[in-house]
């Protein structure tokens, strides 16, 4: 076995469910926008429902071409659409403490049901997510979760109101609020665990719950080459002075299926992936102009992604780069 074969089965071996307990204690106090934390993009979109409506927001064509070939539209949409194969429990006993939540209420429902979307409507609903997501926090009272709650297609401000009196009701004093400062050993002391990153500016107005929402830097590039440029583009320019994410996601477009019809998102990204590593691994973290912070990737949980985002923050210790601002 060589070296790189080592490292590799070095960090698979290891657990990451509780990683931010395990920290250094020398990075406790470093703001969490300054940490490498690992995300999952359309964390969701492991559970569509193939049978389900498409979503509102699907071009007229397509649904023209779904009502006349459905046995045709929806494999293609179902397998272009999903970009994780691990549910909740799993994705956070792999070390993601970064969920990118799309939120939507599917027309012409008169409940106050929401699902999560990518093309196709979820099978889990919202409100069943989110007790995954309380459930999992109570055997980790250390490890700290940020829900970037976004999209909102369909929601009126009354779907608003029940999903984050829920939200409310469901975490209770858990919640940080947006005045609080984001550190790990500051969480901790006041208990802490859920950062809820909100989409809708009247909503974050009413609720000091709720913060603003999160940055992402994403490409839309189908290539990996391009994706990673465009964020080396992004460095260049500086980063955001609070959390924001780096994504790491590839995005197809309608020539890019038809050319390819025997592919799908995970093959496409599975193919990219090594790629995509190799580059995170020469990342640093911390308050400098080009240093990243969240990293957020499809098909978490099948190989190193994780383990070598979270191992980035051996460069704050092992640097002596602790930041205390």
Excluded at 161 to 178: A, D, S, T, V
Aim: proline content about 4%.
């Amino acid at each position: 076995m060589d070296d790189a074969e080592a490292k590799s089965a070095i960090k698979r071996d290891r657990h990451y469910s509780n990683w931010m307990s395990e920290l250094p204690e020398k990075l406790w106090d470093v703001p969490l926008c300054f940490l490498a934390i690992p995300g999952s993009h359309d964390t969701m979109s492991y559970c569509l429902d193939m049978n389900s409506p498409l979503q509102r927001s699907e071009p007229f064509l397509l649904k023209v071409l779904d009502c006349l070939m459905p046995c045709f539209t929806r494999p293609c949409i179902y397998k272009w659409g999903t970009t994780q194969d691990h549910c909740i429990a799993e994705q956070l006993e792999a070390g993601v403490r970064f969920f990118d939540l799309r939120i939507v209420h599917k027309q012409c429902d008169c409940s106050n049901t929401l699902y999560f979307a990518h093309g196709i409507y979820s099978v889990i609903t919202v409100q069943e997510a989110l007790k995954d997501f309380a459930d999992w926090l109570k055997s980790h009272p250390k490890e700290v979760i940020i829900l970037n709650c976004s999209h909102f297609e369909g929601l009126s401000h009354d779907h608003h109101e029940h999903l984050i009196f829920f939200m409310k009701n469901l975490f209770g004093n858990k919640i940080c609020p947006r005045s609080e400062i984001l550190r790990l050993r500051n969480l901790w002391s006041l208990g802490y665990q859920v950062i809820i990153s909100y989409d809708d500016t009247e909503s974050t107005q009413e609720h000091k719950e709720l913060w603003d929402p999160i940055q992402y830097w994403w490409a839309d590039r189908v290539e990996a080459q391009g994706v990673i440029q465009y964020l080396e583009d992004q460095k260049e320019n500086g980063r955001p002075g609070d959390l924001f994410v780096a994504g790491l996601n590839l995005t197809e477009d309608t020539k890019y299926i038809i050319l390819h019809p025997w592919e799908s998102m995970r093959s496409l990204t599975l193919k990219s992936y090594s790629l995509f590593l190799d580059w995170i691994e020469k990342q640093s973290p911390g308050s400098g102009r080009t240093c990243l912070n969240i990293f957020c990737g499809d098909f978490v949980g099948i190989n190193n992604f994780v383990p070598i985002v979270i191992d980035l923050n051996r460069k704050l210790v092992d640097a002596d780069m602790i930041i205390r601002s």
